[in-house]
């Protein structure tokens, strides 16, 4: 018999069933997104949405926190982008997300982005 996976109460809510459990993003929303993703998604199941809304949860809490420990390296108590930015090249990771905190760090300092150059 199969045993139940560590993220499996993580996932029920904590006794509250996934489809009236409270959920912190919108669940249409990232249907939505699933559908444009490919055009090849036509059916997506009830489930689904609610893994991947954990999924960015988790996600967000975790490039927050590394975000929060470089706003207090500078010796700061409000978050910037500079500093998710800063979390963001610090972690293997988030590599994936390296050329779109560049381009919007390169932004903020008064540099048009690469796309607007190439125009």
């Not at 991947?52 to 982008?81: D, V, Y």
């Not at 988030?94 to 760090?105: E, H, I, K, Q, Y």
Request: aromatic share 6%; glycine share 10%; hydrophobic share 40%.
């Amino acid at each position: 018999m199969r045993q139940p996976g560590m993220y499996s109460g993580m996932l029920s809510g904590g006794g509250i069933s996934g489809r009236t459990g409270p959920h912190l993003l919108p669940l249409a929303r990232i249907k939505k997104i699933m559908k444009k993703s490919s055009d090849d998604v036509k059916m997506i199941s009830g489930e689904a949405p609610i893994v991947f809304s954990k999924a960015c949860e988790l996600f967000i809490e975790e490039i927050t926190r590394r975000s929060w420990m470089m706003t207090m390296q500078g010796k700061r108590r409000t978050l910037h982008k500079e500093d998710v930015a800063s979390a963001v090249m610090a972690t293997d990771v988030f590599d994936f997300l390296a050329t779109l905190v560049s381009d919007s760090s390169g932004s903020s300092r008064g540099t048009p982005p690469a796309a607007a150059l190439e125009q």
